[in-house]
């Protein structure tokens, strides 16, 4: 049964994470894989999930079967955290939202949603993307095309391309999907005029947006980088978001995240949301309940609440410094470049102008690990190692 199998390539993100351990060099740094790691190199667990944690557990009096839809209040409070509490669509029951194994779960649901309602849709997503999302909806047979997003060689949004591509090429039911905030790669992401923008294109050409929000938090503030969700929501009469809490409470491998899904009214929704639950029903059968539990307890408490904000608000700060003091430290070492797009990107990633060469050099002969891409994660980089960082890669620049 086996033998016609081909061996596949490995995920060429989370193999770096290997290929950094095994380095022996006491300088190496890791601007690989979107994972926050504090001023010391760990990635660590916040002081609130520790706590909330701790509480959850020691009060735990049973493990048997949840439902499909995973903890119903941990669905209501990641909803009020995704739309804000006063969201007239919550208000008027046209969002249902249920717990997924992470937002790749929460993604997978809505491909395989997606195909449930109408196979024939094709998925537009921005060039380039996290490429797990080509995986994820090939998955379920959707047919993919990507729209212009962002231009590497002039490191900017192109918006007109973008809105031009969706506006010719794609067809009414067709869906697009869309970085929340912090774009992966980029770290480019649309301003609020240009979510307002696009939302009036999508409702012209009945368009589906699939709103991926993976780092609510890390560019503005928890509030600001759900804008364009929120604005979207307001609008228009369908769409989805599949969330993530892995980075924002460090939950990763506890597989934490949301689906919700916007339609016209309370009864679609309720049609929608059985789907949604058959879909499950036949892939992991009920999500994972510790990290849910987790969110539940900081986000029901305001105390934790607050406490939490704070960390998230901590792990920002960190990045942003980090994101400048990179951005400062490459242009004065190399001023053929100009470096000061990365200050108008946000979270963890952005891409450096480096070629496959220069790439493997600064992997090879200064043990500094990046995806092949040139996308670098802000994650790796300290106080301690940024001057070695910047002062490699000036050199392999030049
Ligand atoms: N979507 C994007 C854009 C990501 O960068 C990531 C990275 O982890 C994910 C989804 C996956 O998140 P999760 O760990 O919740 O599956
Ligand atoms: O893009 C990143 O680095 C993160 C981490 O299959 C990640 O999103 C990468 C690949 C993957 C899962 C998570």
Request: net charge negative; glycine share 6%.
């Amino acid at each position: 049964m086996f033998e016609q199998l081909a061996l596949l390539p490995d995920d060429p993100i989370l193999s770096l994470i290997g290929a950094f351990l095994q380095d022996n060099n006491p300088l190496k740094v890791d601007l690989g894989a979107g994972v926050y790691k504090d001023e010391t190199g760990i990635a660590p667990i916040l002081t609130t999930v520790k706590a909330a944690e701790h509480k959850y557990l020691s009060e735990q009096t049973s493990k048997t079967y949840t439902g499909i839809a995973g903890d119903m209040e941990y669905n209501h409070c990641i909803e009020q955290l995704i739309f804000g509490q006063q969201h007239p669509a919550l208000q008027a029951q046209r969002i249902s939202t249920i717990q997924t194994p992470g937002s790749s779960g929460g993604l997978y649901l809505a491909a395989q949603l997606i195909a449930r309602s109408n196979p024939n849709s094709k998925l537009w997503l921005s060039q380039p993307t996290w490429d797990n999302h080509y995986a994820i909806f090939a998955s379920a047979n959707i047919a993919t095309a990507a729209y212009p997003y962002y231009r590497i060689g002039q490191q900017t949004i192109d918006f007109e391309q973008m809105l031009n591509t969706l506006r010719d090429e794609a067809k009414a039911g067709d869906a697009v999907l869309l970085h929340g905030c912090c774009h992966n790669p980029s770290g480019a992401d649309l301003s609020p005029q240009q979510w307002r923008d696009l939302t009036a294109l999508v409702l012209e050409k009945d368009l589906v947006p699939v709103i991926d929000q993976a780092y609510q938090g890390f560019a503005h503030s928890l509030e600001e980088d759900a804008y364009g969700i929120r604005y979207m929501a307001e609008h228009l009469p369908e769409l989805i978001v599949s969330a993530s809490c892995s980075k924002n409470f460090t939950l990763y491998r506890e597989r934490t995240g949301s689906i919700s899904v916007l339609s016209s009214n309370s009864k679609q929704n309720r049609s929608i949301v059985s789907q949604l639950l058959a879909i499950a029903r036949a892939c992991y059968s009920i999500p994972p309940a510790n990290g849910a539990a987790i969110v539940k307890t900081i986000l029901m408490d305001e105390a934790s609440r607050l406490a939490w904000q704070a960390e998230v608000e901590t792990m920002r700060q960190r990045l942003l410094a980090m994101r400048t003091q990179l951005a400062e430290q490459l242009q004065q070492k190399q001023q053929q470049v100009d470096f000061s797009y990365l200050l108008k990107q946000h979270g963890m990633f952005s891409f450096l102008p480096l070629n496959t060469a220069q790439i493997t050099a600064l992997r090879e002969q200064h043990s500094i690990y990046m995806v092949g891409s040139g996308r670098i994660s802000f994650t790796g980089l300290t106080t301690a190692n940024i001057d070695y960082a910047a002062d490699a890669i000036a050199a392999v620049i030049k």
